[in-house]
Nanobody
């Protein structure tokens, strides 16, 4: 069964940090095209960052310098390290995967072709 399960969300004060995890199962994790997205109330889902099958990572402008995506291929876990959090980062964070090899892809492509999404984990940043 193809599945993504996020964890690690919570409530923090501005300037704090959180590390989100996305545990994957049921597909070839190490070569899959994956990423993180978020959605705040009343807003559209937006990309945070993505990692393609070659390990190339792209970030949204708001995430550059503050957020880091990494991948643990031994344990099939995708991470999102978030530092210097701001109230504007408050949202539900989702992990997504296109369970196939895609090289050179970006988050816009992943949003179109992702076939598996996690249930989300809530991040709340207070000022």
């Amino acid at each position: 069964q193809v599945q993504l399960v996020e964890s690690g969300g919570g409530s923090v004060q501005a300037g704090g940090s959180l590390r989100l995890s996305c545990a994957a199962s049921g597909f070839m994790f190490s070569s899959s095209f994956m990423g993180w997205f978020r959605q705040a109330p009343g807003k559209e889902r937006e990309a945070v960052g993505c990692i393609d099958s070659d390990g190339r990572i792209t970030y949204a402008d708001f995430a550059k310098g503050r957020f880091t995506i990494s991948r643990d291929n031994a344990n099939d876990i995708l991470y999102l390290q978030m530092n210097s959090l701001k109230p504007d980062d408050t949202a539900m964070y989702y992990c997504a995967a296109a369970g196939r090899r895609v090289a050179g892809g970006n988050c816009a492509i992943l949003l179109l072709i992702a076939d598996t999404w996690g249930q989300g984990t809530q991040v709340t940043v207070s000022s």
